[in-house]
């Protein structure tokens, strides 16, 4: 029995969804045309039959590197590229997608954070405590997929665009040892390492103000190369995008205000650098 017999008849991956199952389907019927199992599939790009069969199902999502790989291995002649802007938005939950491609294209990058540090400065030790905690619960593939995904995130430092990204972080944060105090301590260094970057500034806002510009949670300002200017206000299960100009005013007077209210950047550095030397 060939190898891909055997695992139809196993059942061993149940399908997904959506443009991964779609792009899934066009990978399986390239790969069939071409008459290559996908033990050679996997071979000529990097990756084991069994990622191959999680491809094809729609149950993993394939990065960038693989699309390009596979298109070329297969002759398919560009049909599998134009999946890549897609593949990357189905990547986040779909409350985010739409943010997750502005965030990208942004030349500007504004985050108030109160429940978690900022996923754009996220350690994977701290990611993976996040995503681990979760409730209910999320099984570890789904876990390891959103980790990825907000690692990815990351590269809109190294962006040509060079984006100005600010952030204003609540103190109580940077105490919370969430995965524990080597965790902790790995997120306090990776917030100097990104804070001492020219196009980027951290703020921490003190516990102990008695003056708070904003007590209704975390969002995000983004400004595109075109001149937009849109809001992610994070909720349960309701995070969403605004861009009417009344509400993104708003939060940007807001936004403006936090600033004056919290540290300094050096200041914010100083205090960051004295946690990490508690921890």
């Keep these: 029995m060939s ?3 055997q695992e139809d008849q196993d059942g061993q991956e149940a399908p997904g969804s959506g443009i991964p199952l779609v792009f899934g389907r066009v990978l399986k019927r390239l790969r069939v045309q071409a008459g290559m199992e996908r033990a050679e599939l996997g071979r000529r790009t990097g990756y084991s039959a069994a990622t191959i069969t999680s491809y094809e199902v729609g149950r993993r999502i394939p990065n960038a590197k693989f699309i390009r790989q596979a298109d070329e291995v297969l002759g398919a002649g560009g ?15 779909a409350f985010f997608r739409d943010a997750a491609v502005l965030e990208k294209k942004a030349v500007g990058l504004h985050v108030f954070a109160t429940k978690a540090i900022p996923g754009l400065l996220q350690t994977e030790d701290y ?16 876990v ?3 980790v990825a995904a907000r690692l990815a995130r990351q590269d809109v430092f190294a962006q040509a665009l060079f984006p100005t990204i600010s952030f204003v972080i ?34 921490v806002m003190p516990t102990a103000r008695e003056v708070h ?6 969002f995000t300002l983004i400004e595109t190369k075109e001149g937009r200017r849109i809001a992610y206000v994070e909720g349960h299960k309701h995070s969403r995008l605004h861009t009417d100009r009344e509400t993104v005013r708003e939060l ?12 300094t950047p050096h200041g914010s550095l100083a205090l960051v650098e004295k946690l990490l030397g508690e921890t």
């Excluded at 049909?79 to 939950?93: S, T, V």
């Excluded at 109580?172 to 997120?187: C, F, I, K, S, T």
């Excluded at 940007?252 to 540290?263: D, K, N, P, S, V």
């Design 213 to 218: 510009a904003c007590l209704d949670g975390p």
């Design 252 to 263: 940007e007077e807001q936004y403006g205000i936090l600033r004056a209210q919290a540290l």
């Design 170 to 203: 609540e103190e109580h944060l940077l105490r919370r040892p969430l995965g524990g105090q080597a965790v902790l301590r790995g997120q306090l260094e990776q917030i100097l390492l990104h804070g001492h970057r020219r196009n980027v500034e951290v703020q």
């Design 127 to 142: 990611a993976l405590a996040v995503f681990r905690m979760w409730r209910p619960l999320l099984d570890e593939e789904t």
């Design 79 to 93: 049909l599998l590229i134009d999946f890549i802007e897609d593949m990357e938005r189905a990547q986040y939950p």
């Design 144 to 146: 390891q997929k959103r």
């Design 3 to 5: 190898e891909e017999a």
